[in-house]
Nanobody
Framework: VQLQASGGGLVQSGDSLRLTCAAT????????MGWFRQAPGKEREMVAG????????YYSDSVKGRFTISRDNDKKLVYLQMNSLKPEDTAVYSC????????????????????WGKGTLVTVSS
C-alpha cells in the first residue's frame, strides 16, 4: 500500500485543520492506520490510531479531546480532524499502515507499521 498525506498548512492558534491520508493499492481495509508527527528536534510521536474497521481508536494524551481520527474504507482515506490547534502541534504529520492485524486492533507501536507516507507540514502560529 502507498500512502500520501495532505491538508497541512499555516494556521493560527485555536484554528482547525483536517488532514487526509490517501492510500493506493489493494485491500486497504486490511490495515490498521495511524497518524504520527515529528517536530523539529523532537522524536516522532504517534498522535492517533484506528483499527481496520474504524470502531476502535487511540489518541495520545497531548491531542485527546482535540483530534479525531476516522477512516473511509470505500474511498481508501484516513482523516485527522484537528481542532483547537496549539503552537506545540506544529510538526510534520505522516500517516502509516500496519498489516496483519485483526479487525479491532489499534496499533500503537510505530515499529509495527510497515508502510509510511510522506508527511504534510502543519504550522500553528501563536
Amino acid at each position: 500500500v502507498q500512502l500520501q498525506a495532505s491538508g497541512g498548512g499555516l494556521v493560527q492558534s485555536g484554528d482547525s485543520l483536517r488532514l487526509t491520508c490517501a492510500a493506493t493499492g489493494r485491500a486497504f481495509n486490511n490495515y490498521a492506520m495511524g497518524w504520527f508527527r515529528q517536530a523539529p528536534g523532537k522524536e516522532r510521536e504517534m498522535v492517533a490510531g484506528i483499527s481496520r474497521g474504524g470502531r476502535n481508536t487511540y489518541y495520545s494524551d497531548s491531542v485527546k479531546g482535540r483530534f479525531t481520527i476516522s477512516r473511509d474504507n470505500d474511498k481508501k482515506l484516513v482523516y485527522l480532524q484537528m481542532n483547537s490547534l496549539k503552537p506545540e502541534d506544529t510538526a510534520v504529520y505522516s500517516c502509516a499502515a500496519s498489516g496483519g492485524q485483526i479487525l479491532i486492533t489499534v496499533v500503537t507501536a510505530s515499529a509495527r507499521y510497515q508502510f509510511w507516507g510522506k508527511g504534510t507540514l502543519v504550522t500553528v502560529s501563536s
